[in-house]
């Protein structure tokens, strides 16, 4: 089979990820058929707009759909306030007499960007997710979280934003350096190990095809992890319910090492790889978890050539990112721990010493 679909059931605002093992010739025709608009602005970058660009467009134009292009630099700057108003103020003199929608096409950066202009400009108007990275394809494409940084840091201005349609080409990983994809492969081993043993053992298994981005891998892998993140949004969009907080396993620390490193040293996949066997070593020391099965998790990670600990990190730095994070309350910090493969709890009954013992572990000055 050369392409899946699963459907994020949102009641009126439903949407499908359609997963493609190659080419764009069914997007011209779907969009065609949902009616979205007769004219797309597609955000991008440079490098996919030379990959890709074309093909996209061809296949939209087929379908009587008028394409434009704005370019953004593919780096965390293209978030700031000032790119999201110069991209508004382009799409503004774009948007004439023809109804106007937006395609995000390239990885979070313009995922994110593409939705909070979505989401607010002219109170909000239609937008499909292209995702051309393989962590944007199995995570930030899905759930409808967008939004842009401030001077005071990530994140801050934001809204739910649901696209209409993810459309994930698996094609276009080919082109990705080696690190990018282990950074999505982080992410999926994330689900495998939250939720579904049965992914988590295929990985073990596969290591070595995954790695050499064999197409029926790739199709099994991105559908799998698309699949558990469309159920978790679909029964908690707007994390009310605290069940999408299961998707932030290995984010706390992660996040943490991230910003301690000023995001330059680690990409999100290889910082989250790290979180991850932090916390599962948290749950083993705890008694939550069997040292097997922390073992698994420590050396699958290793086998997808993702780091499980980080040298040269200053660990007072990482310790305070740690504390400010938002989950960080009263002294205490919630967070997602594995009690067997493919099943996790959210607590607070950590004890901070061992939190502390447990980074300065992972973090080798």
Same mark, same amino acid.
């Given at each position: 089979?050369?392409?899946?679909? $699963?459907t +994020?059931?949102?009641?009126e ?7 493609? !093992?190659?080419?764009f010739q ?8 949902m009616?979205?608009?007769n004219?797309? =602005? ?6 996919? *707009? ?10 939209l134009?087929?379908?009587?759909i008028?394409?434009? @292009? ?6 965390? &700057?293209?978030?700031s ?8 103020? !382009? ?6 007499k023809?109804?106007?929608?937006l ?6 950066v313009?995922?994110?960007l593409c ?20 962590l944007? *394809? ?18 801050l201005?934001?809204?739910? =934003? ?7 080409n ?19 081993? &994330?689900?495998?190990? $939250?939720?579904?043993? !049965?992914? @988590? ?28 993140k ?6 908690d969009?707007?994390?009310?319910l ?8 290995g ?17 999100h ?6 979180g991850?066997?932090?916390a599962? *070593?948290?749950?083993? *020391?705890?008694?939550?978890l069997?040292?097997?099965? @922390?073992l ?5 990670l ?18 305070k990112? @740690? ?8 002294g ?12 996790v ?12 013992? +447990?980074? !300065?572990?992972r973090?080798?000055?």
């Open positions: 089979m050369s392409a899946k679909k $699963i +994020v059931n949102l009641f605002r439903s949407y499908p990820i359609i997963i493609q !093992k190659n080419g069914q997007l011209g025709r779907l969009l065609k058929k009616q979205l608009g004219a797309a =602005c597609i955000i991008t970058n440079s490098r996919v *707009q030379a990959l890709y660009g074309k093909e996209l467009a061809l296949s134009t087929r379908n009587g008028a394409t434009s @292009f704005i370019r953004i630099a593919d780096s965390e &700057k293209s978030k306030a000032k790119v999201y108003f110069d991209t508004v103020t !382009k799409i503004s003199k774009i948007d004439t023809k109804r106007l929608f395609i995000a096409f390239g990885g979070g313009a995922g994110d939705g909070f202009i979505a989401a607010t400009y002219k109170r909000g108007i239609n937008y499909i997710q292209v995702p051309t990275t393989l944007a *394809q199995v995570d930030s494409a899905i759930g409808g979280k967008t939004a842009i940084d401030l001077a005071s840091g990530k994140n201005l934001g809204a739910f =934003c649901q696209p209409r349609l993810v459309y994930s698996l094609s276009l990983l080919q082109s990705l350096p080696k690190r990018q994809i282990r950074s999505g492969i982080a992410e999926i081993v &994330k689900y495998g190990v $939250i939720s579904d043993k !049965k992914l @988590f053992g295929y990985i073990e298994k596969n290591y070595k095809k995954i790695l050499k981005l064999d197409p029926n891998a790739l199709l099994y892998l991105v559908a799998s992890a698309s699949r558990i469309a159920d978790v949004v679909s029964r969009e707007r994390e009310t605290g069940l999408r907080a299961v998707l932030n396993f984010h706390t620390i992660g996040h943490a090492l991230e910003t301690a490193t000023k995001y330059n040293k680690l990409n996949g290889e910082a989250v790889s790290i991850m066997t932090a599962a *070593q948290i749950a083993r *020391q705890m008694g939550l069997k040292q097997e099965t @922390f698994r998790i420590e050396q699958l290793k086998h997808m050539d993702l780091p499980v600990k980080t040298k040269n990190s200053n660990f007072r730095a990482v310790l990112a @740690f504390y400010r994070d938002k989950k960080f309350i009263r205490k910090v919630r967070m997602v721990l594995p009690t067997r493969l493919g099943h709890i959210v607590t607070e009954d950590i004890p901070l010493n061992l939190i502390k013992t +447990v980074i !300065k572990n973090v080798v000055s």
